[in-house]
Each structure stands twice: as C-alpha cells, then as structure tokens.
C-alpha cells in the first residue's frame, strides 16, 4: 500500500536529520580514541573498500527500484524480477571478493591495511543479501528510518564501550560497519513479506544488463568525484595526511547536508518553475548558504579544535578552502535539482560529472605530492567549480536565474558583520566552546539585525507572512 507523500517527506526528514546528528555524536569521539594516524588507517582503507562495493553492487538497486514497482501488484512477477536481481548482485559480490583478494596480493601497499581491508569488506556481503531496494519499492520508509535509527543508537553505544585507546581502530571499523549494512540480515529475513528471492539462471542479461551498466556507470563518475581525493591522498600521501584530511572532510560534509536539508524545501517549487521556462529566484539560497560559508571560514580553528582536538589543527586550512566549496557546490546542486533533472537532461549530468570527476583526479595526482591535504581540499573546490559552470551552461534555456540586488548587498553587508563579530569574540580569548557559541548567536543577531535594517525583501516577506498567522491566532 502506497504511504502518503507527506508521511513519506516526514521519514525522509527525520532520517536525513539523523544522519546529521549521527556523526556529530561519534566523530569527535572516534578522532579523538584514535587519534591522526589511526583514522587515516580507517578512511584510507574505507575508500579503496568503497570501489569494490561499487563495483558489487554495479547500477542494480537503482535499476530494481524502477522496473520493481511495476510489479507491486504482482508477486509472482516481483519474485521472478528480484530473483534476477539478485542472482546478478550475487555474481557481481563474488566476482568483485576475487578482485579484492587479487588486489590485496599484488599491491604491497594493502597488506599493512589487510585486518582493515577484511572487516571493511563485511560491507559488500552485508549489503547485496540487504536487498534494500525492495523496500524502496514498496515504500518502507518508517521500517527503514526505525531500523537505521535503531542500529545507529547500538553503534553508539558499542563506540564508547569497545573503542578505548587508538590500537583499536579495527573494532571502530567493524563498528561502522554495522551500523551502514548490519541492519541487512533484518532485511533478508523481511523482504519475504512481498516477494520471494532465490538464485536462479533464468536470467534475462539481454534485458537487464545494459540498463545496469549505464547506471553503474553515472555511479562511478560520481564516486570519482566525491571520493578520489581520500584515496590519491592515501596512495599518494601518509595515514597522517588522510587523518587530518578526513576531520576537515566529515565537517565539511554535516554542513553540507545541514544546508542541503534547509533548502531542499524550495526544490519542488523551484523545479517547476524550470520546467515551464519561468524565473527562479535564488535569494533563499544566498540569504542561508552565504553567512554559514563566512562563518565556518572564521571559525574553522575553533571548530576543529571542538571536533576533534589540537592534534588535528592542521585540518583548519582544508577546512577554510573546503568552505568554499559550499556555496559553489550548493548552487550547482540547484541548478542539477531545479533545470537539469526536472527537464530530464540525465545525459548531460552524467558527462557533467564524469568531468568534473576526471578533472579532480588529475589535479589530484598533480597537487598532492606536494600540498598534500591542502591539495586534496584546493582540488575538491575546483571540481565544484567546474560542476556549477557546465550546469549553469547546460540549463541555457531551461530556467534563468535572478537574484535582486537588495538581497546581495544586505547579504555582503551581513557577512562582513559577521566576520566582525567572530573576529570580536576570538580576541576575547574565551574557552573554546563558549568561544563558539558566543560567536554563533552574535553573528545571527547581527546578520539579521542588517538584513532588516537594509529591508532585505526575503525577511521583509517572512516578516509579513509571520505578522498573518499572529494575526490570524489573536
């Protein structure tokens, strides 16, 4: 039975709003047990272990979910259906093991990573028997917001009861592990509810396959792009460097996903606006994304120092140019979500990202032998750039985008308030924390005590909606 869409977006919500919260809890713990060297050991081997799970997992969840749901109605058809996808996963797990355990032999630099590589590895068995796309489906989404919740509250705890001192990095490894793919073994047992799964030869590859492959494809020029830095980091660079690298990386991320949460609200309107050829306003995104990049830039030293202590202060410039990023990536993300997609451009975003994928590998194998973390963090920028300029490129015609000069010169004048207010408070020299706090509300007082002075017309509009429902409730 399809759930409401309202219900939906509210699982949706809430899970995104825990995988925000989720590493805000075990981060700072985990970087702080292990310390520099020992996180760079989990997230190198982590990102060597994600190809091979992408390569496990080829573009068939993606694949399943479309031509699934044709068949919701139907059990005998979804069995025969799923039975295929996942007689193909299983062959592309094993094949995918082979390729693992060849590489581990043949490249020395794995075998001082090896009890990494094994428990990290778990992640592609766990994931291809989770058929996690039959959920998908079927539209289970407070199963699966409940199970992850459940999974990430035990990882928590088993984090601060097995994880004591930086030797054990394998069990916070294995710890990762079960909380991204433990809840799997549910789903095996669960997905007989709609369907039944067996292996089987009946397997339609003429069908099946090139589907599959284009997807897998889009999938890996992805990964290119958002993972190719930790890895050439690792190969290229010291367990130091990726360590350092990995805390400047994860702030950057709960940022992003924080930003993306606040303004993923405007998509449904903005998208239709860029499906008929109308103007999209693009205030909302300077007013939000604007004051959290002047912010974090000004903060970043003591940010780090709260995540994850003095030992990882290196991580302040990847972070201040990670920073950067956002904004530059936040736009380009509209531009994808509101011209591109809306208006089926698929193709476009595929060649889009295998670019901007090609292009921060090569920088990357440029810059890191030398500038190290700060490279991987410069490259990282570029990458974004270079997404934003072909999107913007590719959406001529589909949508025009217009920001009202108010809005950026009370946004300009608003940060510059707050560089003053971080800049104030930073030479208080009080406790880091209360240090952070202090800066934070004394920039968002300030910030909006401008933009109202300037009549920025998105807070005159807020403002007004606001004074409505006051109204409406006396």
Known sequence: MKKSLSFNAAMSAFKTLMNII???????????????????????????????????GLGISSYAVREGSRYVNDREKLSAFASEMFSINMISTALTYAALAVTMLFWTKLHAYTDLMLVLSLQIFFTTIGTEWVFTIFEEYTYITIRGLLFQVLSIFMLFAFVKTRDDYCIYAGITVFAAV?????????????????????????????????????????????????????ILGTDYN????????????????????????????????????????????????????????????????????????????????????????????????????????????FWITLVSGLLNVGLNILLIPRFRENAAAFTTLLAELCSMMLCIRCSRGLVTVSADRRTVGS??????????VCTGVKALALPNLICILAAVLGSVAAYAVILLGMKNPLVLEYLEK?????????
């Open 22 to 56: 989720f590493p805000l809890i075990t981060f700072p713990y985990a970087s702080n047990v292990l310390q520099v060297e020992n996180l760079g050991k989990v997230n190198f081997a982590s990102s060597v272990c994600g190809y091979f799970l992408l390569f496990a």
């Open 182 to 234: 433990g809840a799997n073994v549910l789903n095996f047992f669960r997905a007989r509810r709609y369907c039944t799964i067996r292996l089987t030869r009946k397997i339609d590859w003429k069908k099946h396959l090139k589907p599959i492959l284009i997807i897998f494809a889009s999938t890996l020029a992805t990964t290119l792009y958002v993972s190719s830095d930790t890895t050439i980091l690792g």
């Open 242 to 349: 990726v360590g350092i690298y990995s805390v400047a990386g994860k702030i950057y991320g709960i940022v992003k996903n924080l930003l993306s949460a606040v303004l993923v609200v405007s998509i449904p309107r903005l998208s239709h606006y860029a499906g008929v050829g109308d103007k999209a306003n693009f205030n909302k995104l300077i007013v939000v994304v604007a004051p959290a990049v002047v912010g974090l830039f000004a903060l970043s030293r003591e940010v780090v120092l709260f995540i994850s202590g003095e030992s990882y202060l290196d991580a302040v410039m990847p972070l201040q140019i990670l920073s950067l990023a956002l904004i530059v990536c936040l736009f380009g993300w509209l531009y994808n979500s509101c011209a591109l997609l809306p208006c089926g451009r698929e193709k476009e975003l």
């Open 411 to 420: 946004v300009l004048c608003g940060c510059v308030g707050i560089v003053l």
């Open 466 to 474: 606001a004074k409505q429902k006051f109204r409406k409730i006396s």
